[in-house]
C-alpha cells in the first residue's frame, strides 16, 4: 500500500481512516501501475501518444495488382512503417482486381461486411455515397482540412459532393497529348497548341504511309467522357452547369455540340479512329506508326518502353480551345466506411495520404497528391514529370452517383454522330434531356 503509506507520513490518521480508505487505494495504486506500464511501453516504441487500450485490425481492400511494385511497398514498406508508428492498430491489406473490388463493396454493404478503409476509383465515390455507406470526412474528422489542405485540390475535387468531402485524394492521373516525333517532322506539322491546329493536324497526317497502309492523324479508343471530356473542356463546353443539378444548356450548348462535331467531321474525312471494332489496339499502332497522335496517361510511358523501345515520341500539353487546355482527372482516392473503427482508420487515411507515404508509391510511377511530395526530387524525374503542369488545369468528371449511366449514353450518343446516324446538334439535344431526368433523381 505505497499510497497509504506515503500519506501517513505527512498526517496523522486514525486506524479507522486508514482501513475506510484502503479499498479505494488499492485501486488506485492499481491503476497507477497500469499507467506507469504504459508510459514504458510508450518510450519503448518512441511515439508520443499510449498504445490503444485495445487492439485493433484494419481491413483495407484496394486494387494494387498483387504482383506489382506499389503492392510489394504498401505490404513491405508502408504497413510496417505505419504499425510501428500506430502500436496496437494491425492492417489486413487485401488485393482486389479493379472490377472485382467495385462488386464485392456493393455484395458487401448488403451483407454489414464492408472493409474499413479502400482505395476507390475516383469515379466509384458519387455512387457508393449515395448508398450512405461513406464517412463525410469533413463532418467527422476535426483535423480534416489541416491534412486536405495538403493536397492537390483538383484531386480532391474528386470526392466532394454536396458540400462535404468523402474521401481523401491517394494518387491522380491525367491525359496528355503523344505525337510521332519523325511522322510530324516528315509532314511538316508543329506540334498543335490549339485545338483549330489540332484538327488540322489530324488531316495532314493522314493518307497512306510509304508500304500503302492507311495512316490517321490521331486515335481515340473510346468516346465516353474519359475520352471526349479534354475536347469538350478546352473548347469551352461542357457536360453540366457548375452546380451538376443541369445537361440542358450545357451537354447541348454551341461549344459541347462543336466538340463533338469536330470529332464527326474528322472520322467522316479518315483523319482519326480507334473506337470501332477491329481497329489497331492504341500501342501498336502508335509503336508502329499507323497512329501519329493520342491522349494518353503516364502508364503509356511503360508499355511504350517495353513494346518499341526505339519509337521516337514526344509529349505536350492537351491544345487550348476557348477553355484553355484542360485535361480530365483520373485516379485512386481512399476512402472509410461508416462502420469502421474511424480513429485508427483516419489515421491510416492520414498516412498514406503523408509526403513518405506519397513519395513511396510516386517510386512506383504513382502520381502523388500530397503537395510536398509533388515537390520532391523522386518526382521531378520520374516519368511522370510531364504530367504535373497539365494536372492543375484537369477536371474531374461529374461527381453525379448516375455518372455510369451518363457516361454510357454519352457514349452511346456519340458514336451515333460519328457514324452519321444523326447531328451533333440533335444527339445532344435529347442526351440533355435524359441527363436531367438522372439529375433530378440524384
Request: hydrophobic share 40%; charged share 20%; net charge negative.
Amino acid at each position: 500500500m505505497k499510497k497509504c503509506s506515503g500519506r501517513i507520513q505527512t498526517a496523522i490518521l486514525s486506524a479507522a481512516m486508514c482501513m475506510a480508505l484502503a479499498g479505494s487505494m488499492t485501486a488506485g495504486a492499481a491503476e497507477s501501475s497500469v499507467k506507469d506500464e504504459d508510459s514504458v511501453k510508450t518510450q519503448a516504441s518512441g511515439t508520443e501518444a499510449a498504445a490503444p487500450s485495445e487492439e485493433v485490425t484494419l481491413n483495407f481492400w484496394h486494387h494494387y495488382s498483387a504482383q506489382s511494385p506499389e503492392n510489394e511497398t504498401l505490404m513491405n514498406d508502408l504497413i510496417p512503417k505505419f504499425e510501428k508508428e500506430h502500436p496496437g492498430i494491425t492492417v489486413n491489406a487485401v488485393s482486389h482486381e479493379w472490377a472485382d473490388l467495385h462488386d464485392k463493396i456493393l455484395i458487401s454493404a448488403q451483407s454489414d461486411t464492408l472493409p474499413d478503409v479502400a482505395r476507390l476509383d475516383s469515379a466509384w465515390v458519387p455512387e457508393f455515397q449515395k448508398m450512405g455507406i461513406l464517412v463525410p470526412l469533413n463532418q467527422e474528422m476535426s483535423d480534416f482540412g489541416d491534412v486536405s489542405g495538403g493536397l492537390l485540390e483538383s484531386a480532391m475535387t474528386t470526392a466532394q459532393i454536396g458540400g462535404d468531402s468523402y474521401a481523401l485524394a491517394l494518387n491522380t492521373n491525367t491525359k496528355i497529348l503523344y505525337y510521332n516525333v519523325q511522322g510530324l517532322k516528315d509532314a511538316g506539322v508543329d506540334v498543335p497548341k490549339t485545338m483549330d491546329e489540332f484538327a488540322e493536324a489530324c488531316r495532314k497526317l493522314s493518307g497512306t504511309n510509304k508500304n500503302g497502309q492507311q495512316v490517321w492523324g490521331y486515335d481515340e479508343p473510346g468516346l465516353s467522357g474519359w475520352n471526349l471530356c479534354p475536347f469538350i473542356w478546352s473548347m469551352g463546353g461542357a457536360i453540366t452547369n457548375e452546380d451538376q443539378t443541369k445537361a440542358t444548356g450545357y451537354l447541348n450548348g454551341e461549344k459541347t455540340v462543336a466538340a463533338i462535331q469536330m470529332f464527326a467531321d474528322l472520322a467522316k474525312e479518315g483523319a482519326i479512329t480507334g473506337w470501332n471494332s477491329g481497329d489497331i489496339p492504341m500501342t501498336d499502332g502508335f509503336g508502329t506508326g499507323r497512329y501519329m497522335m493520342l491522349l494518353e496517361g503516364p502508364w503509356k510511358v511503360s508499355e511504350l518502353a517495353g513494346a518499341y523501345p526505339d519509337l521516337e515520341y514526344a509529349v505536350a500539353p492537351v491544345p487550348a480551345g476557348d477553355g484553355g487546355s484542360v485535361s480530365v482527372l483520373g485516379g485512386e482516392d481512399i476512402g472509410m466506411f461508416k462502420s469502421a473503427h474511424k480513429d485508427a482508420a483516419w489515421k491510416f487515411m492520414k498516412f498514406m495520404t503523408s509526403e513518405y507515404a506519397q513519395e513511396a508509391m510516386a517510386k512506383c510511377g504513382q502520381i502523388p497528391c500530397n503537395k510536398e511530395a509533388l515537390e520532391s526530387d523522386t518526382v521531378k524525374k520520374a516519368d511522370f514529370a510531364p504530367y504535373i503542369e497539365q494536372l492543375k488545369t484537369a477536371k474531374s468528371r461529374p461527381t453525379v452517383a448516375s455518372w455510369s449511366e451518363i457516361d454510357s449514353k454519352l457514349s452511346e450518343a456519340v458514336t451515333g454522330v460519328v457514324n452519321g446516324d444523326t447531328t451533333a446538334q440533335d444527339a445532344m439535344d435529347q442526351l440533355a434531356a435524359e441527363v436531367d431526368e438522372l439529375l433530378a433523381e440524384e
